[in-house]
């Protein structure tokens, strides 16, 4: 369609939504570049290629209903905890770092690693914490807990987020019905040279009378606790 100078000043929105549409439909095959516009923050050629980090996902501003983004890595440069995400606007106020983040709804197989949700995997640092929350997100979403090979995680603290927090020398908990593959390395750190503790635990209640059952869980493959 063609618009005079008199239609483009007083129908701005209308040029607006055609641009935006020729870009959904395919920049280059429509005769439009990549460079154009395709949400507030980011152009077409962005998209193509894929976002660098996990925070430069979260700077998009007005996303729309359904738009798929590809991330490389959770934090830049680090190749690990990226894959594809797809916005959906009733859950922009949620947030679990890993699985949806601000509405940005990660697409899954049928696992979930801590990578997803941060983790560095290098044994260097404490990742307890986003490995427990990763086993949580697990759960909730009836996915296996996956630790790659090559993977390390350090856990140097007790569990203080899932339902064995603050009454269980535990550091990851132990579900009904979930998988747990260890391929990778658990690492116990330093800071339980001294104190009692249990890597995997299905204690979840202070009152062993009102506690849950667990069952049906397994822990499987070649890796190292």
Do not use: H
């Not at 550091?171 to 750190?189: A, N, R, W």
């Amino acid at each position: 369609d063609a618009y005079t100078k008199s239609e483009i000043d007083t129908n701005y929105g209308g040029v607006k939504t055609l641009y935006e549409k020729n870009i959904q439909a395919g920049a280059g095959a429509n005769g439009w570049s990549d460079t154009l516009i395709e949400s507030d923050s980011l152009t077409q050629r962005q998209i193509n290629d894929g976002l660098e980090s996990i925070a430069q996902l979260s700077s998009i501003k007005n996303p729309r209903d359904g738009m798929r983004v590809y991330v490389k890595s959770y934090y830049a440069g680090l190749s690990n905890g990226g894959g594809y995400f797809v916005y959906d606007s009733t859950k922009a106020n949620t947030n679990d770092d890993g699985t949806v983040i601000n509405g940005w709804i990660r697409q899954l197989e049928d696992f979930i690693t801590p990578k997803m949700f941060g983790a560095k995997a290098d044994g260097v640092a404490d990742e307890r914490l986003i490995c427990e929350k990763s086993v949580v997100a697990a759960r909730a979403l009836k996915k296996r807990w996956v630790v790659d090979k090559d993977d390390a995680y350090l856990l140097n603290s007790y569990a203080n987020f899932s339902s064995i927090a603050s009454f269980s020398a535990g550091m990851l908990p132990i579900f009904s019905d979930m998988t747990y593959e260890i391929q990778g390395t658990l690492k116990v750190g330093g800071f339980f040279d001294d104190k009692a503790f249990l890597i995997f635990t299905d204690i979840n209640n202070v009152d062993n009378s009102k506690a849950t059952p667990v069952n049906n869980w397994k822990i499987i493959g070649n890796g190292i606790i």
